[in-house]
């Protein structure tokens, strides 16, 4: 008799990820910059870099959209 597979939230937290809220999307991208910034970006949590990223585009004034 096959096994039942267990429940999203058991599976995603097992590889070290939450379920996207609505509104949230995920992206890979390349990015440029230099190696030490790039390390310290990459270190964050996926929440972490989207935070970092809004405020930045909020200070340099970018519009959503």
Not at 34 to 50: D, I, Q, T, Y
Request: no cysteine; charged share 35%; hydrophobic share 35%.
């Amino acid at each position: 008799m096959p096994r039942k597979p267990p429940p999203d939230e058991i599976r995603l937290k097992a590889i070290g990820v939450t379920r996207l809220r609505p509104g949230e999307a995920t992206l890979t991208v390349r990015v440029r910059g230099k190696a030490a910034v790039l390390e310290r970006f990459e270190a964050l949590s996926p929440e972490e870099r989207g935070r970092i990223v809004e405020a930045g585009f909020s200070r340099e004034g970018v519009k959503d959209g």
